[in-house]
């Protein structure tokens, strides 16, 4: 008898339930034919609402886009999305002289110098003014100069620089409803008021408020924070991240940008009194909120604080509370049960890591996909790797309370030194006193390899306030002439760069088609801007700019700022 799985339902349209419900038809029109696919079924509550945040991605996103046959052209329209190039901490650390730190975790990769490290080369010799992700990546001046991600007129998903998105989190999942549903999704408004189990503790079927009974063979529980399926019916337990990270309480308000022509293509997480704000700027409005730690903070006094940062943005503004549930739940699959998105875990969205882990765990589990009677190899298998995966963020996100340095704030110091953080963690941040992070130094990574903390490391400059003391006695003696011949060539290309690339709300107008005439080709590509119709040219950010002959020559050097 064929035992293939028939059904899949989906239970919740949120961002999780929407993107497994996109993943799992792409992956099957791919690798099944029609007769032999399951049938994707989605159920989602009117009544209930979307968690209605997360909208920084990392970038994973535009490849399953791209791999959906959804168009960038009409992502960027319905969802209102900017590029995004990476993540600018702001005032998490102070320098050797009490002065706040301000870095990009830049969407590059560290170069490579002549086979080592460019991160040895810049602990050894420094580069002036310019910090770590500024010698090795042109994200934070393109970032900081509000440009886009590659030039007008190149195709679709072009990868000039590493990039993702920021995007309306609403809107992305009504994008996705209709993407889904004309493929063939079907699509239930409905609510789920019972989880009815058999008599081997698998799910038998849902109950809903109107359609009543919705029989099940396998089913994804993306309801969200309540976990309805996979805590409340199956009773799996949830495990509790308290431990290690303080925040559990996230406000969120929408504001205006203060100059819609300039979008910064960068996600900033700025360290507040007792946690970090977000700013994430889309097309058209900026999304901002304040993660914090109710241990610190009422959410009064949070608000506070928080409308106080925004300004006058904020003025006279409510901006809404979300409680976060911090952790993981024990095994994501159990039984005919697997839970994605906020019902599985959330880990603080300091990294912006969820829709990424959403997207894994989608993958994951069509590669193990069951047949109706499921393998428990198959089932351990899968738990045990997206444990792994939120063993990867957790030690991520750690890394940042750990190696703050703050004392103005009790959060700050409580932050640093009460949390626990993960073994591994821990002995990684022993060897680092003594070296770089190197490749084996870290055994999982989707995101966050050796690099990755190479970066952090050096933007918080833990090297230059009290953290390994003694790491420069064992640096490696390095020529210096070879690093700064090095930045030279770099320099170019970086100043070619900033001259050429269009700024950003420039390239999403484009993009949207909203321009009055298209760009294309290279000659659009080498154009620096494209100035609105009926706009003067906008003036140019960097000012006396030094030719390329001038910096090769040495008349001039590169001054950005
Ligand atoms: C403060 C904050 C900031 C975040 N920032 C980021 C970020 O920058 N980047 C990122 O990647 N992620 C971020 N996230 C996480 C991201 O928002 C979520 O991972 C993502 O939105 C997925 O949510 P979800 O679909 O699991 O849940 P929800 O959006 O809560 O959706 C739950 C769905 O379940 C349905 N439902 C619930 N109960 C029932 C029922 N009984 N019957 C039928 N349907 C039901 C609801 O109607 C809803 O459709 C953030 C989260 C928070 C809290």
Redesign the pocket.
């Given at each position: 008898m064929n035992n293939r799985l028939r059904k899949i339902t989906i239970?919740?349209?949120?961002?999780?339930?929407?993107?497994t419900a996109l993943i799992l038809d792409t992956l099957f029109a791919r690798t099944s034919s029609p007769k032999d696919r399951p049938h994707l079924c989605l159920?989602?509550?009117?009544?209930?609402?979307?968690?209605?945040?997360?909208?920084?991605?990392?970038p994973r996103m535009p490849g399953t886009l791209r791999q959906a046959g959804i168009s960038e052209r009409s992502f960027f329209r319905e969802t209102n999305a900017s590029f995004k190039l990476g993540v600018k901490f702001c005032n998490w650390n102070t320098d050797a002289e009490g002065n706040r730190i301000d870095y990009v975790n830049p969407f590059a990769h560290g170069q490579m110098i002549d086979g080592l490290d460019a991160a040895e080369y810049f602990l050894r010799f420094g580069n002036g003014d310019r910090d770590f992700t500024q010698s090795i990546s042109p994200h934070d001046d393109l970032g900081r100069l509000c440009k886009g991600a590659r030039q007008l007129g190149q195709p679709e998903f072009e990868q000039r620089f590493g990039y993702a998105y920021h995007l309306d989190?609403v809107k992305f999942?009504g994008m996705l409803t209709k993407v889904c549903t004309k493929r063939g999704v079907e699509h239930i408004q409905?609510?789920?008021?019972s989880v009815e189990l058999d008599e081997q503790g698998n799910v038998s079927h849902l109950m809903?408020e109107h359609k009543g009974r919705h029989d099940i063979e396998m089913v994804i529980d993306?309801?969200?924070?309540?976990g309805?399926i996979i805590n409340k019916a199956l009773g799996e337990p949830f495990m509790d991240y308290s431990d290690y990270l303080p925040n559990d309480r996230?406000m969120?308000l929408q504001i205006e940008h203060p100059d819609p022509e300039k979008i910064e293509s960068l996600?900033r997480a700025t360290a507040l009194g007792a946690g970090w704000t977000?700013r994430?700027p889309l097309y058209n409005r900026v999304g901002t909120?304040y993660?914090f730690s109710s241990a610190h903070r009422t959410d009064d006094q949070a608000a506070d604080e928080y409308l106080a940062w925004l300004g006058d943005s904020g003025k006279g503004a409510t901006p809404r509370v979300?409680p976060?549930r911090i952790g993981r739940v024990r095994n994501a699959w159990v039984k005919n049960c697997v839970a994605?998105?906020?019902?599985?875990g959330?880990i603080?969205?300091l990294e912006?890591?969820?829709?990424?882990?959403?997207d894994h765990a989608v993958r994951w589990f069509a590669e193990h996909l069951p047949t109706r009677d499921v393998a428990p190899s198959l089932r351990t298998r899968y738990n045990r790797q997206m444990n792994k995966l939120y063993d990867e963020v957790l030690e991520f996100i750690c890394l940042h309370y750990r190696l703050g340095n703050r004392t103005d704030d009790q959060y700050w110091i409580d932050a640093r030194t009460d949390m626990k953080i993960p073994d591994r963690l821990a002995e990684n941040l022993a060897v680092w006193q003594h070296r770089l992070p190197m490749e084996h130094d870290i055994e999982f990574a989707t995101l966050f390899d050796y690099r990755v903390y190479q970066t952090v490391l050096l933007g918080k400059q833990v090297y230059d306030t009290g953290y390994g003391t003694g790491i420069r006695e064992r640096l490696r003696p390095l020529k210096k002439p070879i690093w700064f011949q090095w930045w030279k060539a770099a320099k170019m290309d970086l100043a070619q760069t900033l001259r050429t690339m269009p700024d950003h709300k420039t390239l999403l107008r484009d993009i949207r088609g909203e321009l009055d005439k298209p760009a294309f080709g290279m000659e659009a590509a080498m154009k620096p801007t494209v100035a609105m119709p009926g706009t003067p040219p906008a003036p140019l950010v960097v000012q006396n700019m030094p030719s390329l002959d001038e910096i090769q020559t040495g008349q001039k050097d590169l001054q950005l700022f």
């Open positions: 239970v919740g349209g949120g961002t999780a339930g929407w993107m159920i989602e509550s009117p009544n209930i609402s979307t968690v209605g945040v997360g909208e920084a991605t990392v989190a999942a409905d609510e789920v008021k809903l993306c309801t969200g924070f309540r309805l996230a969120a996600t977000w994430v909120g993660v979300i976060m994605i998105g906020l019902s599985g959330f603080e969205p912006s890591t969820a829709i990424h882990m959403i």
